[in-house]
């Protein structure tokens, strides 16, 4: 496993389209692995592959251990990811992203999603997912359409600066504040 280089925005990488993988081999796990190592690395709850410069259609979500949220603090690798089915509540939280470091910005997401795609080995995955961890497949969906959550924002003042190791934190809280 290695550590790979995240881009920021700016980098053309990440508004563009990412393909769908049809080669599920030693290269697409290796991009895994290095892919997971690198988001706990950066403090992230998630990872797509553009955000490392690769423009396939991989993800990863690692949200913190949470009793009140089944499947947090699991790590899901997903393959050609899709949001199958999504609740019609609607709620706003804090977003953070790795490719644009040192912000948080409010984003109004489906509270709860269905998510299907498939596993490194070729496997069909389902996962329902609510809370943060929605909000992180939403969020690392929307970057294998080239979509950042800054083009979300609730309203253009609805950005904030904090410091370097904080936007986990501040993701965090304020789900915790919504509930």
Not at 25 to 49: C, F, I, K, Y
Not at 62 to 89: H, K, M
Not at 128 to 145: M, N, P, V, W, Y
Request: some cysteine.
């Amino acid at each position: 496993m290695a550590l790979r280089r995240i881009r920021f925005v700016g980098d053309p990488v990440l508004r563009k389209r990412a393909h769908k993988v049809s080669r599920f081999d030693d290269n697409l796990a290796t991009l895994v692995q290095d892919m997971a190592e690198t988001m706990r690395n950066s403090n992230g709850v998630g990872l797509a592959a553009p955000q490392v410069g690769v423009a396939a259609r991989v993800i990863v979500v690692e949200t913190p251990q949470d009793e009140d949220e089944p499947g947090s603090g699991q790590l899901y690798a997903v393959i050609n990811p899709r949001i199958a089915r999504a609740s019609q509540e609607m709620v706003d939280g804090l977003e953070g992203c790795l490719s644009i470091p040192g912000y948080v910005g409010e984003v109004t997401r489906h509270a709860a999603v269905i998510v299907k795609g498939q596993s490194v080995q070729r496997r069909k995955i389902r996962i329902k997912a609510q809370g943060l961890t929605a909000r992180s497949f939403q969020h690392e969906i929307d970057h294998l359409d080239g979509v950042l959550y800054i083009d979300k924002l609730t309203a253009p003042d609805r950005i904030w600066r904090v410091e370097e190791d904080e936007e986990e934190e501040a993701e965090v809280q304020k789900v915790r504040e919504t509930r």
